[in-house]
């Protein structure tokens, strides 16, 4: 089992959607959790932190569930600005995150 | 401020020659970790700086590649002998001292080798 999956997508959604992805890690040690954006060609942004009580940002909310060790990321009403590769960031014990292979998400008009 | 840099941006060479990466940090940034992406693969870890410490060069894929930071900020990658299976996105990224910080990305160097 890979440490950090991801369904690759794509997710192909219409404006103004709701959508959702899920990341599942197999280290239950796991400690800090994250999603980034990346945008084709270019480098990973932090989109936000997973807190263990769930945080939301916008229109972005992100959930953690330790028990089934995954974490969640909705994005409402999408725009096509959201079209990027989302990626699932775990951190264990030590300082080297493990990166998903990312879902990728286009957003047509 | 300055983000991440990295250079160059793009990097053509030969097959069995030597590249070398550059990544400048974020000042301040103690942490500095180098990455490899291939085309519509995820992030493949090669080797993690913090401080003074010895590096954590657990994801280094062979003993062609090697990296050095000096004096806590700049870092390069090497890669020896290049082989066609090293084209990829290197990419370098910093944070503040270690724990659940973000990172923060350079644009990556594209190597291909032919």
């Known amino acids: 089992r890979k440490e950090v999956e991801q369904d690759p997508g794509p997710f192909n959604v219409p404006e103004g959607a709701t959508v959702a992805f899920n990341c599942t890690y197999s280290?239950?040690?796991?400690?800090?959790f994250f999603w980034y954006r990346q945008d084709c060609r270019k480098e990973p942004k932090l989109l936000m932190s997973?807190?263990?009580s769930g945080n939301e940002d916008g229109r972005f909310t992100a959930q953690l569930n330790r028990a089934s060790q995954y974490i969640s990321l909705l994005i409402r009403d999408s725009k096509l600005s959201d079209s990027a590769t989302y990626l699932c960031?775990?951190?264990?014990?030590?300082?080297?995150?493990?990166f998903g292979r990312g879902t990728s998400l286009i957003v047509h008009p | 401020g300055a983000g991440v840099s990295q250079s160059p941006s793009n990097k053509v060479t030969e097959k069995g020659k030597d590249v070398e990466l550059r990544c400048d940090p974020i000042?301040?940034?103690?942490?500095l970790y180098w990455y490899r992406q291939s085309l519509g693969q995820g992030l493949e870890f090669l080797i993690y700086?913090?401080?003074?410490?010895?590096?954590?060069k657990s994801g280094l894929p062979s003993d062609r590649f090697s990296a050095e930071r000096t004096g806590g900020s700049v870092s390069t990658l090497t890669i020896q002998r290049t082989q066609q299976e090293d084209s990829a996105v290197y990419l370098c990224?910093?944070?503040?001292?270690?724990?659940?910080?973000?990172?923060?990305f350079g644009p990556g160097t594209r190597l291909t080798v032919t």
């Open positions: 990224a910093s944070s503040l001292p270690p724990g659940g910080s973000e990172q923060y």
């Open positions: 280290n239950s040690a796991s400690q800090s």
């Open positions: 997973v807190y263990s």
């Open positions: 960031v775990v951190k264990g014990g030590s300082y080297i995150p493990t």
């Open positions: 000042s301040g940034h103690t942490a």
């Open positions: 700086f913090q401080g003074n410490s010895a590096p954590d």
